[in-house]
């Protein structure tokens, strides 16, 4: 299967849950998921046996008071992005390990880096910080300043 077929047969799988929003390269589609059919469109996405899990990232908006959960499924050249938008007094998104077990490492990367409450994943331990990391800061946000004692970083007022 070619690298657009691939994409096309991604998009019909996800439709149900939100249209392709964009192609931001041209092997690449992004579907803008809501929180509360992630589980959903991820299943989809491992029933119909389309491609793998190769990453879990997040961004901070700032400007508009959010954070975005992206989900990047590969299918040899082709890239499907599932996008999840959550306010940032609300960062809980349903862990997918029930699905994908794998995840477990990405998510645990994305609760410590930009402070996203992964409900139901099987290990929330932390990864990279220091246990003594202040509570509260996270180093990928966008309001993280370097500095404090411990190595550690305040977040802009």
């Known amino acids: 299967m070619n690298t ?13 849950w939100g249209p392709a929003a964009d192609h931001p390269e ?5 579907v803008a998921v809501a929180r ?3 589980l959903a469109a991820v299943g989809a996405l491992r029933t119909a ?20 959960v992206l989900y990047h499924f590969c299918e040899g050249a082709a890239i499907v992005t599932l996008r999840v938008r959550l306010p940032k007094g609300d960062a809980a998104i349903p862990s997918i390990c029930g ?10 990367e994305l609760g410590e880096m930009f402070g996203v409450t992964v409900v139901g994943t099987p290990d929330a331990a932390r990864l990279f910080l220091p246990d003594d990391w202040p509570e509260g800061v996270y ?3 966008k309001d993280f300043t370097p500095g404090g004692a411990a190595g550690g970083g305040e977040p802009h007022a």
């Open 4 to 16: 657009e077929a691939a994409l096309e047969r991604a998009t019909a799988i996800v439709a149900a």
């Open 26 to 30: 041209p092997a690449r589609v992004d």
């Open 36 to 38: 509360d059919d992630l």
């Open 49 to 68: 046996s389309w491609g793998y899990l190769s990453a879990i990232t997040g961004l901070d908006l700032p400007s508009r008071g959010e954070l975005e």
């Open 99 to 108: 699905v994908i077990p794998s995840a477990s490492f990405f998510e645990r």
């Open 139 to 141: 180093p990928l946000r």
